[in-house]
């Protein structure tokens, strides 16, 4: 079966069918489903579908853009929802410099070395969100030495992705790696070790091919395997049984 490790159920997006769509999913073999927070409301909500749904387990974190109002205090809800049974990782936190209204690179900076150092606390790995910020990324990770994690929807270079790989960390790919201008994911995707990698849909975003401008949901990961599958010319079956079974043993279901 398919293992989406990066899902946003708690989206408004799923606000119409959520229930419908999350049981529909172990029908079209998607068996496993992790949801990670962005913010506390969204960490919570996680926490809750990771109740109800079997297959569905749980990521609590800040994401970069939602920083702006961090309070250490937030640090200690994490702490206790992280303490929920199904919660597997800390995330999404990382660094967003892509917009510019997002909150100053400092603050974004404070709040993943917080997140970090909490998920270094909890023996938790982490899920890293990093747009147009690789090398402050790097660097700080780097800085925790005893913490492991996936670099979600990876957008580095070649170099950088061996270089994580060697340190133990894990890289996940999903429908932007289908888009016709994609350049830099194919490579590291045929650089990079099949056990190296995990597939997911970022859903509602980052729709793969041929579906491109649909709502995203964890059924289009098959079309993530399918493209990995080209890349290293194997079979999608063997690229849905070697993701099934990194991600199972990196978030440790
Ligand atoms: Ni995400």
Redesign the pocket.
Known sequence: MLFDT?A?YDDARFDRDRDELLTSMPGKNVGLIVN?G?DLATSRMAVEMARKYQFLYAAVGIHPENCGDFDPAMIDTLRTLAGEKKVVAIG?IGLDYYWAENPPKELQQEVLRRQLALAEELSLPVII?DRDAHADTLAIVREFPHVKGVF?CFAGSVEMARELVRAGWMLSFNGAATFKNARKAPEVIAAVPLDKLMIET?AP?LTPVPHRGERNDSSYVCFVAEQIARIKGISPREVEEATWENGRAFFGI
Do not use: A, I, S, T
């Open positions: 990066h946003h990670p962005c999404e969100h979600h970022d975003y």
